[in-house]
Structures are given as C-alpha cells and as structure tokens.
C-alpha cells in the first residue's frame, strides 16, 4: 500500500481506477437537499479506502459541485494544490523532498494517490473551481486527544468558511469531524451547522473490505458514527499512500 518513490506514486495517480457508484435514490436526494441549503456537503471517511475518490468522483457529477476541500496541512500542501490549480500537474518530486517526518508521508490514508488521481480528473473535465486543504500540522506532541480536539474542530471549520468561494463544495474529511455532535467537544460539523442552515453530513459506509490507514491495515466495514445520511457501499479495498525513501 506504501509507495516510496516520486516515480511509484505518479504512476498510481496515472493508473488510478474510477469506478462506476450506484447511490441509493433517497440519500442521493438528501444530499442533494443539504447541499442547496447550506451550499456544501460534508463527506465523512474512514481514511485509507481506494474507492472513496470514486465516491466522490460520482458525487461531483450527480451533485454538480465545483469545488472539493481535503483534510491536509495547509502548511504543507497548499503551495502544490495551487500550483496544481495553475499547472494542471503536480510536481511529486518536489513532495519527495520533505522531511520523512512531514505529513505527507504519515500514511494514515489522508493523502493517497486516488486524491490526486481525483483532483486531475475533475479538473481535465473543467468541473473544478477551487481546491481547499483545510487541516494544519500540530504545533507540538499531543498529550490530551480531546483538548486537541477542542481547539482543532473550529479551526478546521474556520479555515473552510474563510476559504471557500461560496463555489457548490465537496469536503471529504474523517469520519469523527463529520459527525454533528461529539460527548466532550464540538465537532467540524457541528460548528458549521450552526452557521449553515441546512447541513446535513454523510458517511461512507462499506459493506466490507479493508484500509490503509495509521501505517497499517484496517478493517473498512467498522462503524462509523451516526449521521443524517449514509451512503451504503461495497468492497473497500487500501489506497495507495506515499512513504519516504527507503534508509
């Protein structure tokens, strides 16, 4: 699933499958619904599955969106998004030459080569406005989850509202963001849906199969959180994530 080359991984992109997605009518219509009310539709993942850039492949055609957010690092992966913007093309050796320690190689399936393989496509059929990277690096070591939490959820919410070009959007995040309420913080999606009426979140939900996600193999079909719509899939299978040189 770990690719450790510049040339491995553009291959991936290149070769990146998209399949066909059957989305159930009702919960098609209720994302639909959520994304004219409140303008975006939050995509809650299981990070790690190879299939999810086609779910959100097929939404972006059925929906007409114009615009996708991604939950990487601002600090890292703004630069190469809009220089992806201008070019049409990444430049995966100049992503190679990070630090093995940056956030592009942590392997927890946030950055995959299906992601790239996605924004390409989206953007070669002129459907594709604007690219969002909404997350930031943590400052420092994380010892309390939850105080993390409770500082990371608004300014993940801040950066997608100061961002965003009012474009119809795509926000694919993890599966905790995306969930409207959580026991000792505010969630993501809880935050914006005070601010956007309307919003109604939805999860990936496969039926079985396996990710790649925190440098290792996950079971895919685990539940998720509950919220307003899910969209029930098949077999997940791990995406394809890029790792560091080998030493």
């Known amino acids: 699933m770990v690719v450790s080359s510049p040339q491995e991984f553009t291959a991936a992109v290149a070769e990146h499958p998209f399949r066909d997605v059957a989305f159930d009518a009702e919960a098609l219509a209720r994302a639909s619904l959520s994304l004219a009310e409140s303008g975006l539709l939050i995509v809650g993942e299981r990070h790690g599955v190879r299939e ?28 190469p998004v809009q220089a992806f913007f201008r070019t049409g093309a990444f430049d995966f050796d100049e992503l190679w030459s990070l630090p093995s320690p940056a956030e592009f190689f942590c392997g927890d399936g946030r950055i995959a080569a299906g992601h790239f393989a996605l924004l390409d496509q989206l953007r070669r059929e002129r459907r594709l406005d604007q690219v969002i990277v909404f997350d930031r690096l943590d400052p420092e070591p994380v010892s309390d989850w939850r105080e993390q939490a ?17 474009q119809p959007l795509l926000v694919l995040t993890g599966a905790l963001h995306a969930q409207l309420a959580a026991p000792d913080y505010e969630t993501m999606a809880g935050y914006l849906g005070r601010r956007l ?42 995406a394809v994530v890029p790792g560091p040189f080998p030493t």
């Not at 850039?53 to 703004?78: I, K, Q």
């Open 52 to 79: 999810t850039p086609s779910v959100l492949y097929a939404l972006a055609v059925a929906l007409g969106t114009r615009a996708v957010a991604l939950e990487w690092s601002h600090e890292e992966m703004d630069g």
């Open 150 to 166: 409770r500082v990371r959820e608004p300014e993940l919410a801040g950066r997608l509202l100061a961002e965003w070009g009012r």
């Open 197 to 238: 009426r309307g919003l109604q979140p939805v999860m990936l939900g496969y039926e079985s199969g396996h990710c790649w996600s925190g440098g290792e193999m996950h079971d895919a079909s685990s539940p998720l959180p509950e919220a307003p719509i899910t969209f029930r899939l098949g077999v997940a299978t791990p």
